[in-house]
T-cell receptor, first 111, second 112 residues
Framework: DTAVSQTPKYLVTQMGNDKSIKCEQN?????MYWYKQDSKKFLKIMFS???????INETVPNRFSPKSPDKAHLNLHINSLELGDSAVYFC??????????FGPGTRLTVL | KQEVTQIPAALSVPEGENLVLNCSFT??????LQWFRQDPGKGLTSLLL?????REQTSGRLNASLDKSSGRSTLYIAASQPGDSATYLC???????????FGGGTRVLVKP
């Protein structure tokens, strides 16, 4: 009965590769988010989708492309991975402007 | 641009002592403020949400206050327990939008 789930939990890959992280929520929320938590534990928003439409895009490199096939899913595709992309990526969801519920995170390590 | 600061960055207390965690934000035009807990290697768990029109929220041993005009929120945890050891994050939601801006967190250690 997981509310917000992400796959994979861990991802180790080489520089230059392309990878995807998937997120699903079963809460019936209409808004989903991607956050990045860097090595200093600072959490920053990357993207937000409302009803499958992009509403927040925070100066993230074009190599990052979110895709929302439906309201319950928000996937993150990353092209040409760089060392600096290593971080924990969190997916979250909410009903508009209310409590955000976070997934368990995906720890990405780029070698 | 909204900036959220949490002081101290780390805190160590003996079991039973009350915890006081501070959060300040630069732009008072917020919709709400949330306190989260993050355990090592885990996701975030929402603890309390205070709407901009509210002054405080309580849940069990937790009490969060909000002073929007001065840009401050305080999370009080009464009678701390070792299980309270975690990182506590505050985040503000910008008015009329969904952008949640986080502070750097306060890492709490409660010693038995």
């Amino acid at each position: 009965d997981t509310a917000v789930s992400q796959t994979p939990k861990y991802l180790v890959t080489q520089m230059g590769n392309d990878k995807s992280i998937k997120c699903e929520q079963n809460l019936g929320h209409d808004t989903m988010y991607w956050y990045k938590q860097d090595s200093k534990k600072f959490l920053k928003i990357m993207f937000s989708y409302n009803n499958k439409e992009l509403i927040i895009n925070e100066t993230v490199p074009n190599r990052f492309s979110p895709k929302s096939p439906d309201k319950a899913h928000l996937n993150l595709h990353i092209n040409s991975l760089e060392l600096g992309d290593s971080a924990v990526y969190f997916c979250a969801s909410s009903s508009t402007s209310l409590t955000q519920y976070f997934g368990p995170g995906t720890r990405l390590t780029v070698l | 641009k909204q900036e959220v600061t949490q002081i101290p960055a780390a805190l160590s207390v003996p079991e039973g002592e009350n915890l006081v965690l501070n959060c300040s934000f630069t732009d008072s035009a917020i919709y709400n403020l949330q306190w989260f807990r993050q355990d090592p290697g885990k996701g975030l768990t929402s603890l309390l949400l205070i709407q901009s029109s509210q002054r405080e929220q309580t849940s069990g041993r937790l009490n969060a206050s909000l002073d929007k005009s001065s840009g401050r929120s305080t999370l009080y945890i009464a009678a701390s327990q070792p299980g309270d050891s975690a990182t506590y994050l505050c985040a503000v939601l910008k008015a009329a939008g969904n952008k949640l801006t986080f502070g750097g967190g306060t890492r709490v250690l409660v010693k038995p």
